[in-house]
């Protein structure tokens, strides 16, 4: 994947991936990245977060950070106001790929975590499964009974994550197995590895991008004028459809790709490198 959109000139919005790219891989804030967004709001540049996470696991970022404009989660499922905290735009599974999707992983002795807008639900959670969402500050409500839990939420899933932290190889097999399955049963979807072992399932034609747009439409500006900075495989169509695709030096093969520029790594804040680089360009 190439960069595809030409830049504006006149960056407006900037959208960002969290984990191994605004925090480092201690998963720690950095000084120089928060005076980064400092800066750019000083500049007037709108600043969001494009992540696999959850509404709840950023909210509080959000209002210490003081953002204003259209946050993007469950990568990019749901749009949502980080002020008044109400969901703004969100794209659901049907029923038929919702159950598909949890069912294959529960039968497999994956436990699935089934999440809507609001939060993050799981039945029968191994430690793997508390471990990787409690790692990504999200709030989960464990259910006591597989048949409640669906029929609560089937109909409001905005995604389906099958997750593991030691079954790794076993995990992409099956999901291998499950992604051919699905587009020969022709259920609709979009499916993607946010991190080694953790594969995000939600609805067809969703992702980074698809999210990004429906926030950029909420403030009435073109992806010409949006500059995203991100490091993984699912920060790759965001990267290229924004006018300046920022991938950082620890980011995989396909997001630099896709990148119209590469700075620094997480660890040593790549992040405020390319909030300097914007604002050059801008300036």
Not at 64 to 80: C, R, S, W
Not at 126 to 133: E, K, N
Not at 218 to 233: P, R
Not at 248 to 266: F, I, P, R
């Amino acid at each position: 994947m190439a960069h595809l959109t030409k830049f504006s000139g006149h960056c407006r919005y900037i959208v960002t991936d969290i984990d191994y790219t605004f925090i480092g891989r201690d998963r720690k804030m950095i000084q120089a990245n928060l005076d980064a967004i400092r800066d750019a709001q000083a500049a007037g540049i709108e600043v969001a977060f494009a992540t696999g996470r959850c509404m709840s696991a950023i909210s509080d970022w959000c209002d210490q950070m003081k953002l204003t404009a259209p946050q993007v989660v469950d990568n990019g499922a749901t749009v949502f106001s980080p002020v008044t905290k109400k969901v703004l735009d969100a794209k659901v599974h049907t029923v038929e790929a919702c159950r598909f999707w949890a069912e294959s992983f529960h039968n497999a002795g994956f436990e699935p975590v089934i999440c809507t807008p609001e939060d993050y639900y799981v039945f029968n959670p191994d430690d793997d499964v508390r471990h990787q969402i409690e790692v990504h500050d999200e709030h989960y409500v464990v259910y006591d009974s597989w048949e409640k839990m669906m029929a609560d939420h089937e109909a409001r899933a905005v995604k389906v994550t099958g997750t593991t932290g030691h079954r790794i190889a076993e995990i992409e097999a099956l999901c291998t197995k499950l992604i051919a399955e699905a587009k020969q049963r022709g259920i609709p979807f979009s499916a993607t590895y946010t991190e080694k072992g953790i594969l995000v399932v939600t609805a067809e034609n969703v992702s980074k991008i698809s999210g990004v747009a429906m926030a950029a439409k909420q403030l009435g500006i073109s992806l010409a004028d949006v500059a995203a900075i991100g490091d993984g495989d699912n920060d790759a169509d965001m990267l290229a459809g924004c006018g300046l695709g920022i991938a950082l030096e620890n980011g995989t093969d396909m997001a630099k790709a896709a990148s119209s520029h590469v700075v620094g790594s997480c660890d040593d804040a790549g992040f405020a490198q390319a909030i300097r680089m914007i604002l050059e360009k801008r300036l």
